[in-house]
């Protein structure tokens, strides 16, 4: 059990996910529960008596502080119902802090928040292949994008088993095949490659392949290898079915360009993000951002042939593209997945609280190396803070985590 003291050592040094039923393009108030009062009839005047008239009064006019549902920004949304009740399931489970995580693990119940979080996360997933369904005489294309390490392509394939489950016939493919060969990215003056921005990719055959196979054309698919940085010799065979959904997911996957051509109302598009609302011992938030880059530095170590060191200081460049090329495009998607689970971050202590150790030592006097040092003290310190869990086996198979840690059911 993982309540046992020996598999916790110490440091030293909700819902969960939303589907939003509303889009940025136009927000309604459908499906909304408002309860309307019938007005009372007006009384009748007793026979031989005049009604009295009451005179006119003119009611002035009160501004409401709350916008109009068809004004609200798709911003105010977000906040409300996604980060509001990410935050309301974290402190409702004393998971909220990284004191709290702690206190689950040394006192009882990590396992019920590990099963009450994929729990939460995997309903999300099945609420929003309803939704897909309930429009499937329209749709032809689902695309998952979001940014680094949120769990995009996990989000994916449990959506398609979702779906598969429901009944429907469907392909998915993912856009990291598209990458073109490494050597043929940018470098900078530390031999580091920028993949991160949508140039990193072959857009024209991505463009192309989804019009053939949307058209019920073949399409010549290429396959991309992480661990030689290099694209295969040989290409995948694909054809949708007649009536046959595409599934796509990647980085970029909303970039207009990838799906030009297609038209908007045969879209369906699905956000991730990890949207922690999870507070240090200073009861600051730690940044979303920082959670990913954990992810990535043991994904990039244990998958990708590239060392927690060089993702940090490759990170500034993930950074840059995400904020321009795919946070902005969280309102066109028709629902948000919230991918953080609650019980992560103690998995990661032992894979990089080491490695963030000697990152801060290393880049602590390196000049141009500033907001990888920056990234790696803040890192170290919410290890030095959380308890370590030593033994992952409590995580299941089927965990989104497990695309980064290894273990998965899944085919990454």
């Known amino acids: 059990m993982i309540e046992k003291k020996k598999t916790v050592k110490k440091a030293t ?27 009372k009839p007006a009384a009748r005047a007793k026979p031989g008596k005049r009604a009295a008239v009451k005179p006119a009064v003119k009611k002035t006019a009160v501004k409401s502080s709350i916008p109009a549902p068809e004004k609200m920004q798709w911003e105010e949304i977000y906040e409300m119902e996604i980060v509001t009740r990410a935050r309301w399931w974290n402190r409702n489970r004393d998971v909220g802090t990284i004191a709290g995580i702690n206190r689950r693990m040394a006192f009882g119940g990590y396992q019920d928040v ?33 940014p680094s390490s949120s769990g995009k392509t996990t989000t994916a394939l449990k959506l398609c088993d979702a779906l598969r489950t429901m009944g429907e016939d469907l392909k998915l493919l993912p856009m990291d095949n598209y990458f073109w060969n490494l050597k043929d990215q940018p470098q900078d003056e530390y031999g580091d490659h920028n993949f991160e921005s949508p140039e990193a990719l072959d857009i024209k055959t991505i463009n192309q392949n989804l019009r053939d196979l949307l058209a019920g054309k073949e399409a010549s698919i290429p396959i991309y290898d992480f661990m030689t940085g290099k694209r295969k010799k040989v290409r995948e065979k694909m054809k949708l079915a007649e009536g046959q959904l595409l599934v796509i997911e990647g980085l970029h996957a909303f970039h207009g360009s990838m799906t030009a051509g297609i038209p908007a109302e045969s879209q369906f598009r699905v956000y991730i993000e ?23 530095m043991v994904r990039d170590n244990l998958h990708r042939n590239y060392s927690p060191m060089k993702t940090l200081g490759h990170w500034h460049y993930v950074r840059e593209s995400e904020k321009e090329y795919i946070v902005p495009f969280i309102g066109e998607a028709e629902a948000v997945v919230n991918g953080y689970l609650p019980y992560e971050l103690p998995v990661y202590k032992k894979y990089l609280y080491e490695p963030l150790k000697e990152a801060v030592e290393n880049y602590a006097e390196q000049t141009g190396k500033e907001d990888a040092y920056r990234r790696a003290l803040r890192c170290l310190s919410y290890l030095e803070e959380i308890d370590e869990l030593e033994d992952d086996s409590v995580i299941s198979p089927t965990s989104l985590i497990r695309e980064f840690i290894g273990g998965s059911v899944y085919k990454y």
């Not at 996360?121 to 994008?145: P, Q």
């Not at 990890?274 to 990535?296: E, H, M, S, V």
């Open 13 to 39: 040094g909700g819902k969960k996910t939303t589907t939003r039923k509303t889009t940025a393009r136009k927000v309604t108030t459908a499906g909304s529960t408002v309860k309307k009062t019938a007005k």
């Open 114 to 146: 590990i099963r009450d979080a994929d729990r939460a996360y995997e309903s999300a997933i099945w609420k929003i292949a309803g939704e897909i369904l309930g429009r499937r005489d329209k749709i032809r294309l689902v695309i998952v994008a979001g």
């Open 274 to 296: 990890t949207i922690c609302q999870l507070q240090d011992k200073d009861y600051n938030f730690i940044p979303w951002t920082d959670l990913r880059l954990l992810r990535r």
